[in-house]
């Protein structure tokens, strides 16, 4: 086989321009800053543990409430 032959088959396969990346600052523009969205999934990760940690802790009185305790004799 020809060594140009493959050469030429091997260049065709990378792309000529490698693609553009966008500054940051233009994340921060249009809202899309990997930092906003890791940022924006912490916090609502956050209030979702609080709210369900909220809602155990009433059921449990709740049942407190509704079943009392029967105290040994």
Request: hydrophobic share 40%.
């Amino acid at each position: 086989m020809n060594n140009t032959s493959t050469n030429s088959q091997t260049s065709q396969l990378i792309p000529a321009t490698s693609p553009v990346i966008e500054k940051p600052s233009a994340w921060m523009r249009d809202g899309y800053s990997p930092t906003e969205i890791i940022l924006a999934a912490a916090i609502l990760t956050s209030l979702l543990m609080g709210g369900t940690a909220t809602v155990i802790m009433a059921m449990v009185e709740l049942v407190k409430t509704v079943v009392p305790s029967q105290k040994r004799k």
